[in-house]
């Protein structure tokens, strides 16, 4: 065995953005009819259907090493813009698509990359400015109307498609003005749509029927539980489940009063990143292992260097893993979890059992203040040998190649 070092830190049916916060109050005090009749009668913001032709430009996130280029290539995700779009709302486009599949398994990214696409659009244009969307355009019959034929035009909740920010589908749209936070921005600068919406891509268009029915039966055991608010946009269903859960996990939703709740922290707006990951971890342990295996896969790092996570069968390898942790003076991830079982650990990438171990003395001990210690790494402090550790913790990991 062959092993190299990879430093680096690691922690079909359209889906809509949440309300916008005034959206939201509204939405408490009026039936769903009034509702749309009140945002929605004769607002000049209504797309019509549009029979006129529009050029499309494109930017390519290449699976693997996140690239953004200007040409298709294999296992590349098509980033469309209109050309009245701003070249730097379709950049933040593509930059926002490098982060988000940074890590994901290339499985995952592949199956992205044949079967989805993002569009950036303009306010003036509305989503359904691409074709995948023009059966949504409002029609002068549907003002204010979303019953019977109308039904097509508008949201599950009563908004009308032609204001809103974005969609996700096999064509996760997004309005360029929440991509730049200017002052046009619906959700005035406190929500981030393309992360949401591309979550719901991601779900329906990347993700195998395993982890699909994963996120359904999480869903279903959080609504049991009551983990989440029952009446919060997070419990509309197993799809915004996951979009809301994608948002907290990039900290893209800071909207108060009507936020996100996955994204909130003793009734406040967690402080970061970090601190929204560790709060799922704490309260939705299996949403937290899938959103951190669909977006924060250590062996998708590895994948991309044609490797796999290190796997420790033989104390050869330990004492090889060991000596290279002591001489960059850093300790390391180990592959191993005991997250389904507490106690009975497992390589996670493989689920095969463990053969061979080095836990230093009294470890694992599953300790800690809330004794969720689910995840191993060679830890410095303890001789350089294993230590169980919460698996929201930043550490450097190890790739192989056989």
Known sequence: MRVFLLLGL??????????????????????????????????????????????????????GSGSIVSYHSANSIDIQATAASSNAAHQKAAVI??????HMPSTYCHTLAARAQVGVFTKAESM????????????????????????????????????????????????????LCDSRDPYRHGFNVLIHEFGHTIHGYALDGSMKTRITNAYNAARSRGTWSASSYAMSNEKEYFAQGTSAWFNADHRNPHGNIMSSCNNHQCSNEMAERRHIYDKDRELYNILAWVYDSNQASCNAHHSNLVIVESKEEEIFIRNTSMTLKRGFWLDATDDVVEGFWKWATTEANLTYTDWYPGQPSNGGSTHDEDCAHIYPGLSYRWNDVHCTYEEYFICEDE
């Open 128 to 179: 359904a400015v691409y074709p995948d969307y023009a059966y949504m355009a409002d029609r002068p019959e549907c003002r204010g109307i979303c019953s019977g034929g109308c039904a097509s035009t508008c949201t599950f909740d009563g908004r009308k498609w032609s204001v809103t920010a974005g969609s996700g589908g096999r064509l996760a749209s997004i309005l360029d003005d929440n991509l």
């Open 10 to 63: 690691m922690t079909g049916v359209l889906c809509t953005p949440p309300p916008t916060n005034e959206e939201a109050a509204l939405m408490k005090f009026l039936s769903s009819e009034d509702f749309t009749r009140i945002t929605d009668s004769g607002s000049k913001h209504s797309a019509q259907l549009s029979t006129k032709r529009t050029s499309f430009k494109h930017k390519y996130v290449v699976c």
């Open 97 to 102: 698509v490098s982060r988000m599949i940074a």
